[in-house]
């Protein structure tokens, strides 16, 4: 007996909470030859809105968790990611169309490369930072800080593996995250979304938009509440100009690396220390 | 049965309700309101929040809130420097942007008042162009629990000030257990502790606390009773209890207020306070007082915001709409 198919429309990943889009649109997700897949929400720029307003909220928890719990709590992505390792493996097929060694070599990877960011969390601080000399009685050390909330466009022509070379880094000092998912492969991003809900990660501290970026990326460039933005993933798009509007509110800005985004962004202390902000305290030394 | 007689100092009773005043008339009165259809109010109030307001009708909208704010600090850490600054901010709300209106009003406490009088200076005005009054809760808010002597003087203390609005409470606890001419009598001294030395009177406000009320009949039968005894505002909440001001609630005073307006011709003031925190949320209000009392509502003399939250999501709704692209909270100041 033949069942009936459980046709599937996803929604958005905002403030730990999957809500439609405000503009209540949808676009077909198709796979590698244009069947349909599911529909994912097409999200608008109130939902950009909505989810810098989310990562804004959530940005003062998570940076001030230790580096030691952002580590524990980033490698239980891992753990859970290599729970659901078929089912991305199935996602990747479906929607890019490689065979299955190729979509499983992605997820393989995709979850290396998070373990490796999840351990920089308490270490990068030592490699980052400084203890400075002066030429007087002072301690003068820098740390670097998080920089607040990152607006990041994803790799386009990756389903897991450049969705994670993103997001990971920036997490990883403490920054909250609004990210613009792959508009053609987006099922991966969904379902981290969903790993992420079940995770120790506090709602708003990833928050995943599906839809255009084209659309989206302007109204993120421009908002004045955005610190930091990726353009990792904005190759194809006028990223010049979102690197004009960006600067207009005082962000820092990744450009896009060139070639195949995915492995550009190949596991580096600079994505980490891209996207903080660098702090130096004087303290005096006791009186000798 | 304590059938005592009202104070007779209340023009507006002895107009509605007839010359010999007394507890059981005025209970009988209130009692014989009709009551509220919750379903239908709620529904209408949820109706009014549909509305689309944008572009050009949303900046007048904005504008316009800003400029009905009482611009509010209430909480037992206030300092003189905190005052000057609340002061400041109503003066010039968005530093970046010189056509920003003023707010209305600052509520303070009221041993607040002086420093907000000095910190206004020049700008310190009853209804004069471009000023801002200072209002001061007073009748030991929020609770109201004090005898009736420490209220008149606590009310008298921030008119002598130089406050220009008292923001009253009701006693709750003498309402819900009916003993309405208590109310009554209160409110009737309270109004009286407002003249000044010249005979002009500071405008009272009387709030209801609706989140203690329990009901919409209730709300309903308070807000005719304040109005009776001479209340020029009714507002809806302290703040301090939960629910404070919601949209039904409102929009019910406003139509005891419209009411009102068309028995006698008198205008009522309306001042939702508390929980209004979004610029959305204030624009369903404004759209409540355009189609429930009526437009020329929408002016500081008859209607107030509660807020302290609220001025800061306007101004970022305006700079939204200014520059083209959403602002941050790093662009305006911390209250």
């Known amino acids: 007996m033949s069942r009936l198919a459980v046709l599937k429309t996803y929604k958005l990943y905002i403030g730990g909470k999957f809500p439609r889009s405000e503009s209540g649109r949808v676009y077909e997700i198709v796979g590698s030859s244009g069947e349909f897949l599911a529909n994912a929400a097409l999200a608008s720029r109130k939902d950009a809105r909505d989810a810098v307003v989310a ?123 609004v990210v613009v998912a792959s508009e053609r492969f987006a099922l991966s991003a969904i379902s981290l979304a969903e790993v992420l809900a079940t995770s120790d990660v506090p709602g708003g501290v990833v928050n995943v938009l599906t839809g255009s970026p084209a659309e989206i990326a302007p109204w993120l460039a421009s908002h004045a509440d955005v610190n930091a933005l990726d353009l990792l993933g904005a190759g194809e798009l006028d990223w010049v100009d979102l690197q004009i509007a960006a600067a207009e509110t005082l962000k820092r800005v990744l450009p896009p690396e060139g070639g195949s985004s995915a492995a550009a962004a190949a596991p580096s202390l600079e994505r980490i220390t891209a996207f903080t902000e660098t702090k130096t305290v004087w303290h005096t030394k006791s009186l000798i | 049965m304590s059938i005592d007689k009202v104070v007779n100092s209340a023009p507006r009773a002895i107009e509605v309700l007839g010359g010999d005043l007394t507890e059981s008339s005025l209970k009988r009165y209130l009692n014989g309101i009709p009551g509220v259809d919750a379903v239908g109010l709620e529904a209408r109030a949820a109706d009014l929040g549909t509305r689309s307001i944008k572009t050009t009708s949303k900046a007048w909208a904005l504008d316009t809130i800003i400029s009905l704010i009482d611009l509010t600090t209430l909480e037992g850490a206030d300092t003189p420097g905190k005052v000057r600054s609340l002061v400041a901010k109503g003066l010039t709300p968005d530093a970046g942007d010189p056509s920003c209106p003023r707010v209305a009003a600052v509520c303070v406490y009221g041993d607040m008042v002086p420093y907000a009088v000095e910190a206004l200076g020049a700008f310190h005005g009853d209804g004069i162009e471009g000023g801002i009054n200072v209002a001061a809760v007073a009748t030991a808010f929020p609770s109201g629990r004090a005898s009736l002597a420490v209220k008149l003087a606590d009310t008298a203390d921030a008119v002598a000030a130089g406050a220009d609005e008292i923001d009253m409470v009701i006693d709750r606890g003498a309402f819900l257990s009916g003993r309405y001419g208590l109310v009554f009598d209160e409110i009737v001294a309270v109004k009286e502790a407002c003249r000044r030395a010249d005979g002009t009177f500071a405008h009272l406000k009387v709030i209801l606390e609706t989140g203690e009320l329990n009901t919409y009949d209730n709300v309903r039968r308070a807000s005719w009773l304040a109005i009776l005894a001479g209340a020029d505002f009714i507002k809806t909440s302290t703040g301090k209890v939960a629910p404070a001001a919601t949209l039904p609630v409102t929009v019910l005073m406003l139509e005891v207020v419209r009411d009102w307006y068309r028995l006698t011709g008198e205008k009522i003031g309306v001042k939702p306070a508390g929980g209004i925190r979004t610029s959305k949320d204030a624009i369903k209000y404004a759209v409540a007082i355009a189609e429930t009392a009526g437009e020329e509502w929408l002016q500081p003399q008859l209607f107030r915001f509660g807020a302290s939250s609220l001025l800061n999501d306007v101004l970022l709704q305006r700079q939204k709409l200014a520059t083209g692209h959403y602002s941050g909270a790093d662009y305006v100041t911390i209250d």
């Open chain 1, 55 to 177: 990562a804004r909220g959530a940005v003062s928890g998570w940076s001030k968790a230790t580096g030691y719990n952002r580590g524990q709590v980033l490698y239980r992505i891992a753990e859970l990611l290599e729970g659901r390792r078929a089912q991305f493996v199935d996602e990747i097929v479906a929607v890019e169309g490689v065979n299955s060694a190729v979509a499983a070599a992605q997820v393989d990877a995709a979850i290396d490369r998070w373990i490796w960011y999840a351990g920089w969390a308490d270490k990068y601080v030592q490699v980052a930072g400084n203890a400075n000399a002066v030429s007087g009685p002072f301690f003068n050390i820098s740390v670097p800080e998080p920089t607040g909330v990152v607006a990041i466009i994803a790799p386009q022509d990756s389903s897991l593996l450049g969705l994670v070379s993103a997001i990971a880094p920036a997490l990883v000092s403490g920054n909250a995250v």
